[in-house]
């Protein structure tokens, strides 16, 4: 049986390092890894479901039957406590996550404090002190979250369990876009939160825009498990996962997804232009001929879709006029705001926001007159407000200590998968959707990161390498 390895560090927690995988392969225990193959297979399974119909009852934090499972990840940090004597941090990403949501609660009632001295207690039916600590629990969850992924990881003493379980949620995801398709726009209506006609691909989502990523990071983690495969299976699951790929970049109407692929590919692009090394000299070759293809087969539909959507729609104009709200908010207050007194400002910016966007697409675009209609209903409103970017949502909450808690994380994933370029790719396409998704409800964020953390950031954990798995 193996302990955990104990190390003391400056916070004045204790920071644990996992036994290997290749060592406990080495003890030849299977015990319960039936039973935690199952589990781990649920999890990714809810990880992926963020539309589920709870939403409707508790609100959006519902929208992701995650939330269930948190007295479940209560009781196994109890457990730990009690079996360590001492509170763990495993790895960086957790010590990050904690600074700053120990940070947000401090600011979070520091603001709240202030409004009490002013004498506002209410904005709109929300309590502003109980809001705070409602949004705070979102941060909560992920932190827990993603502890509880790294204890399963560590029960699981093969990296074929793993594959198996990716590979099953892949499937499972293939099978629901192709029944979407099959059935838009009455596409399993049972299992969203609504069940008005949707005309797009969005898996177990809201919607299109925020189904790219699940497909990103789950695809990325197959294709690194890939390599623990006989040559045959190897193969045969690369073509799958290419396959699964470009079967959803076929079919998604996401704009957000296709930029931020673009965006993926220049950024790569740039990050081999160093021919010192032949490999960096063949891999930029290819990946300017896939720039091209990409180009040419998908931006003019980029295009057209934008300029669709700045013509009858106003979803862009709502999503860019909530980002300057936040940036607004930051220069008046670059601490932040916290997570209840927000509403406030979110609120008493929105005017300089709408004047602002309307001079910017006035001057890039030449549009006199842009639809805010929907920003202007939250003038008046006290539901979901909130900016409609995970990055500058955040950054609304924790001012430039929020920034340097996405450099630091951001740093780290980078730094970690240097050496592997399928993981780095998930990496970058997952820090640039942070511009255009919320993050609160997409565990699959941060399932790759804590599956990098735990499984690549060997520096965290005293180990040099992992070894495959024997056939």
């Known amino acids: ?77 109890v457990v730990q406590l009690s079996k360590h004597k001492k509170f763990i941090v495993a790895t960086k990403l957790q010590k990050y996550l904690l600074v700053f949501i120990l940070y947000l609660s401090f600011i979070s009632v520091l603001y709240v404090f202030f409004k009490f001295i002013g004498g506002s207690y209410q904005f709109g039916s929300e309590n502003i002190l109980v809001k705070s600590f409602k949004v705070l629990i979102y941060f909560i969850l992920i932190f827990l979250y993603i502890r509880h992924l790294h204890l399963v990881f560590s029960k699981i003493n093969s990296y074929k369990v793993l594959y198996g379980c990716f590979f099953a949620i892949v499937t499972l995801l293939l099978s629901i876009m192709i029944i979407e398709l099959i059935s838009i726009p009455n596409a399993l209506p049972f299992m969203h939160a609504g069940s008005n006609p949707y005309w797009r691909v969005r898996l177990l989502t809201s919607e299109s825009s925020t189904a790219g990523s699940i497909v990103v990071v789950y695809a990325a983690i197959l294709a690194y498990l890939t390599q623990y495969l006989g040559k045959f299976a190897k193969t045969a699951s690369f073509i799958y996962i290419i396959g699964f790929f470009i079967y959803y970049l076929v079919v998604t109407s996401s704009k957000g997804f296709l930029i931020v692929c673009m965006l993926t590919l220049l950024f790569t692009l740039i990050k081999f232009m160093d021919f010192r090394k032949k490999r960096n000299f063949f891999l930029l070759i290819l990946m300017a001929a896939l720039m091209y293809l990409f180009v040419s087969h998908f931006s003019q539909g980029v295009v057209n879709s934008f300029q669709n959507d700045m013509a009858n729609y106003s979803s862009s104009y709502t999503r860019f006029g909530t980002i300057l709200i936040a940036f607004i908010t930051v220069f008046h207050h670059p601490l932040g705001v916290g997570t209840g007194a927000y509403l ?126 024997t056939k």
């Open 344 to 469: 406030f400002y979110f609120q008493e910016y929105i005017h300089s926001a709408i004047n602002g966007l309307s001079n910017f697409y006035y001057n890039m675009f030449g549009i006199s007159q842009i639809n805010t209609g929907e920003l202007l209903q939250y003038v008046s409103s006290d539901k979901n407000l909130g900016v409609k970017s995970g990055l500058f949502q955040w950054m609304m909450f924790g001012g430039i200590f929020a920034l340097v808690f996405f450099y630091y994380v951001a740093k780290n994933m980078v730094k970690t998968t240097k050496s592997n370029a399928i993981l780095s790719l998930a990496v970058i396409f997952i820090l640039l959707s942070l511009l255009f998704i919320a993050l609160e409800i997409k565990y699959e964020v941060w399932l790759l990161f804590a599956f990098i953390s735990y499984f690549l950031s060997t520096s965290e954990r005293n180990q040099s390498s992992l070894t495959k798995v």
């Open 1 to 77: 049986m193996y302990r955990s390895h104990l190390m003391k560090s400056s916070m004045g927690v204790v920071q644990q390092s996992y036994p290997p995988l290749d060592q406990r392969l080495e003890a030849g225990s299977s015990k319960g890894q039936p039973f935690f193959a199952m589990y781990l297979c649920i999890l990714l399974l809810l990880t992926v479901y963020q539309d589920f119909p709870l939403a409707n009852m508790i609100g959006e934090i519902g929208r992701s039957p995650i939330i269930l499972f948190m007295p479940l990840f209560v009781l196994c940090e």
